[in-house]
């Protein structure tokens, strides 16, 4: 699978006008070219295209035209993602977006981060939270807090 992702303000014009800062993914089943805005599906072979715009609720939500510093097109994925967090807490269950997941694509983003850094391929133990054998990656895991603060070890 290709993947590009092209911040739109960052790296000059976008390669695809109706999706800027999104990402086209080519697949074995068609193309998937995304967006904050929306999505565009091509699928390869029979079947039509599927195209779908963020609806962004400010009818419904008159509040979020006059928000100091809101992403509109962010708010309906927020709003749900809340609703969702309130309707696993009172069954007691496990919301969508739970915090392993986050804490999962947070440890992926920042060894692929220390993995350009170092030049090298990474081995990490999830258990241990740390990159096997390589100190100088493991150096890398945190940063020195400013004083007085201190890091907590675990």
């Known amino acids: 699978m290709a993947i590009s ?5 960052y790296w000059g014009a976008t390669p695809d006008p109706r999706h800027p800062w999104g990402a086209t993914l080519q697949g074995d089943e068609g193309t998937l070219k995304a967006s904050v805005y929306g999505y565009d599906f091509e699928p390869l ?3 039509g295209a599927v195209h779908r715009d963020v609806k962004l609720e400010l009818d419904e939500f008159p509040e979020d035209r006059t928000e100091k510093d ?18 696993a807490r009172e069954c007691r269950g496990r919301p969508v ?18 993995a350009m850094k170092v030049g090298r391929t ?3 133990d999830a258990g241990k939270g740390v990159v ?16 007085p603060w201190v890091h907590p070890e675990a």
Request: hydrophobic share 45%; with cysteine; glycine share 6%.
């Open 45 to 47: 072979g029979a079947g």
């Open 70 to 87: 809101l992403e509109p097109f962010a708010v309906p994925a927020v709003r749900r993602h809340m609703k969702d967090f309130l309707a």
């Open 97 to 114: 977006a739970d915090i392993e997941e986050g804490a999962t694509s947070t440890t992926a983003c920042i060894l692929a981060n220390i």
């Open 122 to 124: 990474l081995e990490w």
């Open 5 to 9: 992702a092209r911040p739109r303000s």
């Open 132 to 147: 096997v054998g390589d100190e100088p990656a493991n150096a890398l895991l945190r940063r020195p807090y400013r004083a």
